[in-house]
């Protein structure tokens, strides 16, 4: 009897054990997201300065938002290079260490964070490619998060096919596919990436409507509530289709 009573309490104090191992961050394949934003440009000579605003249903079934406004300035360095320098204030965004304790997202629906971000864009034009209207952008960007230090390195690499009626532009389609470096953080080489396909129409010469869609990969790695725990590390890919649709301005020029 003594025996059988041991194995019983060793049996629940396993259970126990494995019942505060932390789950890690799981989302169900195929989920949507939905986007939009909002950017105002204006052209002064070689300086562009920009506002942009930004929204994304990152969680349909919580209902939780990541929102954005972005303020900065683009200068066109050569005919072929432009750079930039933004500041950024965004709510809503989701780190590793945000799986917390309780096992589950922490609400950053209401944590005000400031990004601040360095770009460089190299363009060119590919004239060997039917029709002689693509070009080519390496988009790269440095990304420092004053809230908790992180920094990044994007670097999307695009290609953009442009639809001119009578020298004017109507329509552009572009290809892209973005990759999210974790300079300082993280356990893998690549913590985001997303292949896009963004069409642009040109209602007039200040006015352009944007339809996109991605297919956006994030990789979740162990939060420090779970290394406290002593719990086992985890990498855990999140996935989701996102739709968005934009509206740019032009001012000036």
Request: charge should be neutral; charged fraction near 20%; avoid cysteine.
């Amino acid at each position: 009897m003594n025996t059988v009573r041991v194995w019983l309490a060793a049996a629940l104090l396993l259970v126990v054990r494995l019942s505060a191992f932390a789950l890690p961050p799981v989302a169900p394949e195929g989920t949507f997201e939905g986007q939009g934003r909002v950017q105002v440009t204006a052209e002064l000579g070689r300086l562009d300065p920009m506002l942009e605003l930004q929204g994304r249903l990152q969680d349909p079934a919580q209902e939780e938002w990541f929102r954005a406004a972005t303020l900065g300035a683009y200068y066109r360095l050569h005919r072929n290079l432009k750079v930039g320098a933004f500041y950024r204030l965004q709510w809503g965004a989701r780190h590793d260490d945000d799986w917390i304790g309780t096992w589950e997202w922490w609400d950053s629906g209401g944590r005000l964070e400031q990004v601040l971000m360095l770009d460089a864009s190299p363009r060119f034009l590919l004239p060997f490619l039917p029709g002689k209207d693509w070009v080519f952008q390496l988009k790269s960007r440095y990304l420092l998060d004053t809230w908790n230090l992180q920094q990044s390195l994007l670097v999307r690499p695009e290609l953009t096919w442009f639809l001119q009626v009578d020298r004017r532009p109507v329509l552009n389609v572009s290809l892209a596919y973005g990759l999210y470096f974790p300079l300082n953080f993280g356990e893998t080489l690549v913590y985001e990436h997303a292949p896009y396909l963004a069409l642009l129409y040109h209602v007039s010469p200040s006015v352009q409507l944007e339809l996109s869609g991605a297919y956006r990969t994030v990789i979740w790695s162990t939060s420090q509530a779970a290394i406290d725990a002593s719990d086992p590390p985890y990498q855990i890919p999140f996935r989701a289709w996102v739709v968005g649709f934009g509206l740019l301005l032009r001012v000036g020029g």
